[in-house]
């Protein structure tokens, strides 16, 4: 199958599960999942994982799986920040970007943000306006930037991205599902942008508000911590009980326990079964 894009990825009643990767285990873990379970999705990559996997070399080797395997599968920048990052990752056959300038006054960030699509011509790109929460910064919900519906729409007409992330009391990091989601804020916000919406930090959303969140708009749900801690834990109960020095024995039981984790969040997306039909809407 060749790359999905992201623009038919997202044109769809259910959201498409975005996993993020850094190295060959967790690709592999991603794309089993989504075959096991028929389900469309998007392997995406931080610039710190390209950083440490090495954003060539990573690209390769999730390009030729994605070529292998029959469901439609996307690869997307997470949270680019720096514009050679985003020329880097068009150049090396990314399907999609993210530019992320939610950090900084609304202007700067239409103005990068018109930067990266010119510095990836034609690529589709997601774009976030309103900025969550950071990982060592687990703010209460009434601290979080929300998203403003008037703002949001002001964004969307000077940049016109292919999805827009927004920030309604979700936040990256969560490993325990105590986020609270602000709905009738969704409901506005959907209302006004024509483009799919993007939840990030959904680890710590649980399954029945991420099930709302879809049918009130979301369309593409980015996942990493609880792919980590499963990963890890599962890592870990390997090593403490075999003394095995081979690390394939102890990371095959890491990528499979990253996998079931994909499964559940797959299913929670409601993707699964979705790969045939993907984009036939
Ligand atoms: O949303 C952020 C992702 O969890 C990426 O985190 O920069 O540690 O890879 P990372
Ligand atoms: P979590 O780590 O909270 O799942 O968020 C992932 C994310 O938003 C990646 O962009
Ligand atoms: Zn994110």
Redesign the pocket.
């Known amino acids: 199958m060749t790359l999905a894009n992201l623009r038919t990825l997202l044109k769809n009643d259910y959201a498409v599960p975005a996993f993020?990767a850094y190295n060959s285990e967790t690709i592999q873990a991603i794309i089993q999942a989504g075959e096991e379970t028929q389900s469309p999705l998007i392997i995406q990559a931080?610039e710190?994982?390209l950083e440490y996997a090495g954003l060539e070399e990573f690209a390769a080797y999730a390009l030729k799986a994605i070529s292998k395997t029959k469901i439609p599968v996307g690869l997307h920048l997470?949270?680019g920040k720096n514009l050679e990052t985003v020329k880097k990752c068009f150049k090396n056959g990314f399907s999609s970007i993210m530019l992320d300038g939610s950090s900084k006054p609304f202007e700067e960030n239409v103005k990068i943000s018109l930067q990266a699509k010119k510095a990836a011509p034609g690529l589709p790109i997601e774009l976030e306006i309103g900025a969550l929460a950071g990982k060592e910064d687990y703010v209460e919900e009434k601290e979080a930037k929300y998203t403003s519906p008037e703002d949001a729409l002001r964004f969307y007409k000077l940049t016109k991205p292919d999805a827009l992330a927004v920030s309604i009391g979700n936040s990256?990091g969560w490993s325990e599902k105590k986020l609270k989601l602000n709905f009738q804020l969704l409901k506005e916000i959907n209302e006004e942008i024509p483009a799919p919406l993007v939840l990030?930090g959904s680890s710590g959303v649980s399954d029945e508000q991420i099930k709302k969140a879809v049918k009130l708009g979301i369309r593409k749900i980015?996942m990493?911590?609880q792919l980590r801690k499963s990963f890890t834990l599962a890592l870990k109960k390997s090593l403490n009980e075999n003394p095995d020095i081979n690390p394939r024995t102890h990371l095959t039981k890491a990528r499979e326990a990253m996998k079931k984790t994909c499964i559940d969040r797959i299913k929670v997306c409601g993707s699964n079964g979705k790969a045939k039909t993907q984009g036939k809407k």
């Open positions: 993020n931080s710190s994982a997470d949270h990256h990030h980015n990493d911590t």
